[in-house]
């Protein structure tokens, strides 16, 4: 009668299954840090049109200013009046919009503009809420 040894015929095949079980769980980890990479490349692709946005802006609101000193129609700006005529000055609240792919940036601006032939001292440094003035000529 042949003898089995059982001691080597139970242990056989526990070298795949341990491997099995170490490539499923490197599997695992791989596609976790895939998952994270593509996030992070949206939230930088977002920070990206972030920036593009606030960069148009305050292009538009560098424009609406231009526009506001040297006279014509304001575009891509609000432009609201407060304390109109306070001594000779007119003070002008400025807000742009940017957009870009979805990202959107809000700037807001307040300017005087002085008159001609106004009583006001030009060196007068005009000050409402603690934001200061650049008086434009």
Known sequence: MVELNLSLVN????ILVVMMVFLSILSMLALGMLNLGLLESKMDGFSQDKIKSF????????????QIVFGGEVTNATVEKIDADECG????????????RGAESVLQSTIAKLHEGSACDEKLRLTAKGQSFVIIK
């Open 55 to 66: 960069y148009i802006a305050e292009n538009y609101l560098l424009r609406a200013r231009q």
């Open 89 to 100: 000055v007119t003070f002008y609240r400025l807000t742009s919009k940017g957009n870009y």
């Open 11 to 14: 242990t056989r095949g526990y």
